[in-house]
């Protein structure tokens, strides 16, 4: 993957050394913040969230390919970087086949850089469309079936980009039997001691054996985000409550885990990644019940209200490093 991010810089002249203020400089949205060209770039050099994406995608249109036989496979790749690390890898391995990239990113510099590349390594031509759009507003205007969706717009927790209201834009406007990358996100709450987690010295971080989970606070897929758009979800999602034990040992820390299916087997666990590392989330006690909501807007992310404690504040999650 250093490799091949090298080839990328030098093609653009989009690296460390790079002068530009467009290159460095993120995009406030009305449904969260598009990361800068230069920060989304350096997203492929997360060696197993790109290995791990790249063939949840080449999986999700060989099986498009079986459940569409016959029809040119539309791929649209919402939030693709300068890079587009997801899918421009796959170009020369689908030179021969009838599949349709349309590749977006609200940031215009982005979309130049892909171009260029595009054309650097002589993969331009009637099988990529590139477009300038924010993916929360992007429609599919010329009425061709949109048969796959690729999106990875997130930070952990879903919190600050708009990965959830990407997707409830465009899964509603693929085919029937259309097919979503990443097939699902799934945040769970848990009760751990951190010390028995963290990583260094040689020691790879991973979850301890001995946490206590709380049940699941969100899942992300095809069918709910689809719901979601359809009932008008705006603000926030539905909430979901949990309850702390009545007793918790002062070493343990409430943290929210993720993980995501790319497509089929292919799945990012918790620490592989920087879209999974944990969350830490202060603003609890031992014996309350919690409820989590997941609000959508300019700042999406997890806010927790005690549910036995009504006089208290709601409590944002704290963001700062698990």
Excluded at 70 to 91: D, K, M, N, T, W
């Amino acid at each position: 993957m250093a490799s091949l991010y090298q080839l990328f810089c030098d093609i653009t002249d989009l690296g460390g050394n790079t002068v530009e203020l467009h290159d460095s400089s993120a995009i406030s949205l009305s449904a969260g913040s598009a990361i800068s060209p230069l920060d989304a770039g350096r997203c492929l050099l997360d060696v197993r969230r790109t290995a791990v994406y790249l063939r949840g995608v080449y999986e999700a249109i060989q099986e498009a390919q079986r459940r569409f036989p016959g029809e040119v496979i539309h791929l649209l790749y919402a939030g693709c970087g300068p890079f587009a690390p997801l899918c421009l890898p796959l170009l020369p391995l689908l030179a021969e086949q009838a599949v349709h990239f349309t590749l977006l990113d609200v940031h215009e510099r982005a979309i130049e850089s892909v171009e260029t590349i595009l054309g650097a390594l002589q993969l331009k031509g009637t099988k990529v469309d590139c477009v300038v759009c924010d993916a929360t507003r992007y429609y599919n205007a010329d009425h061709r079936p949109l048969h796959v969706i690729v999106s990875e717009t997130m930070q952990r927790a879903l919190e600050k980009e708009p990965q959830v209201a990407i997707l409830m834009n465009t899964a509603p406007q693929l085919t029937a039997g259309g097919l979503m990358v990443p097939e699902m996100i799934a945040v769970d709450a848990v009760l751990t001691d951190l010390s028995q987690e963290r990583g260094g010295n040689g020691v790879v971080a991973k979850p301890w054996s001995g946490r206590i989970p709380l049940g699941r606070i969100l899942e992300v897929d095809r069918e709910r985000a689809c719901a979601w758009s359809a009932a008008g979800v705006s603000s926030h999602l539905p909430p979901t409550r949990i309850t702390i034990p009545s007793v918790v040992a002062a070493q343990y820390s409430l943290m929210l885990a993720a993980t995501i299916r790319t497509f089929g087997a292919h799945v990012l666990q918790e620490y592989e990644s920087g879209l999974t590392h944990p969350q830490m989330v202060n603003g609890w006690r031992a014996g309350e019940e919690l409820e989590f909501t997941y609000r959508l807007g300019a700042q999406p992310g997890f806010h927790l209200k005690p549910i036995r404690h009504q006089n208290r504040q709601d409590a944002a999650v704290n963001s700062s490093n698990a």
